[in-house]
């Protein structure tokens, strides 16, 4: 028999920058800001990427050497093809070298990926403590000109799983995951890409995919599981209340979790930026439920049970620190001109 | 075959880089095992008393003492022209220099109380990024 596991704590973290997305609509006249609900993006600094974010997060939880035995590090925008994230992050946190660490990707899901395989990893006894990272900077990966550019942002969430002390005990995983082209980036290709309309629009990856997970939770869970609220994906500021209204769920369960409006599209820590708003303020005992979703494409659904409510300061902070910039100054930042690596007259 | 070369000079090898990252990564500086005196960088014998130092972990958190304005543009900063940089002294002690981010230099101050962040220095001589300590205003 598994031992039970769960969520001990979580922690936050997304740059100060800010985009409107009404200044990128104004340069490129190419999609509408307003249907976005995406009010601004977080804009990365050119001195950061997801493990500086992800290490900005996981300081957060101000970890203890010795104590935390895998890190899982769940991003679809590392900034290394062939070295581990996971290794260097976990240097930063000072939890080399005995420790296991690995990435995890599948697209913006990649951070409930992450979660799902550290409960595994906790519940199967080959550690007390698993360290979870979701983090991504689609912001360095949109086109510009592309609809994207307009919603991608950048955050980091570093989640600590184990078998003692949890906030939020597991209960029961459904998952979905098929071939489909609706969002992808080649190797050796900047930018992400959507399959277009015919693939992304029609729900045949998103909605069908987060249903499927969603009905296969609610099986294993039995016909009568109530939830008190649901953390959502937020490709973008209406995508929770589109779920909501596809799977036939209260959108009142899911309004609690919004982070797209005011900082885009956080990629793989989206999901569980919102389960971290979500529970926050809970009552021992409530159901709070996790849906994410990777284009490609798939979809997680866990359930947790609140055991003690968890502080979402982190996230409140993050908002908080907010630096407004223009476009120029958001396109310099985030390097997305291939220019010289190294120009002349740069010191260095 | 041509080898691609660049105007890129050494900045800091592998070999430095390794060797240095405990106290880039998490100020990983040393206490004096006999009179508790802390340095950062970490000291090989304590300045104070002469006595062998243990490595210690500094909190990050600190106190802007005096403020200065770099203006020469760094490969890898978003070309950005002018960045702060600071003196801060930790709350343990030590004083150390360092830049300061998510802000401009007008807007900052001494006495300010920061905290210590991970970001990218500059690039290695192989072309990976070398992470080190920079801190902002505290939240």
Redesign the interface.
Known sequence: MSRPAGIIDMCFAAP?GRLATKDVEAIWQSASAARTGVRERTVL?????V??LA??AG?GLGLLPGTVGAVFFGTQTS?YLSRSAAA?LA????LAPEIFATDVQFSTKSGTAALAQAIAWVKAGLSDRALVIGADALCLHAAPGDPLEMTAGAGAVCALVGTGNVAARFEALGSTASDLADGFRLQGDDYLRTGGAGLAGSGLGDMRHMGGAWTALGDRLGGDARFDAIAVQQPDGRAAERVAKALKIDPALVSGGAVAPLLGDLGSASPLAALLLSLEGRQVGERVGLLSYGAGAGSDAMSFIVERPLDAGSVR?AI??R?LMDYATAV????RYRMH????G??? | MTQMTTARPVVAGPARAWRTRAARYALTGSRCRQCHAYAFPPARRCAQCDGAPEPHVFSGQGRIVCLAEDHSPLAGHGGRSRRPFAMIALKEGPVLMAEIVDAEYEELSPDQDVEMVIRKWRPEQSGLPLYGFKFRVAS
């Open positions: 100060a600094d050119a001195d950061a990427d493990i500086t290490a900005e300081r900034p260097i240097d930063m946190l000072g902070r908080a620190r630096r310099r930042r985030e390097g690596q190294h120009p002349l740069v010191f260095e």
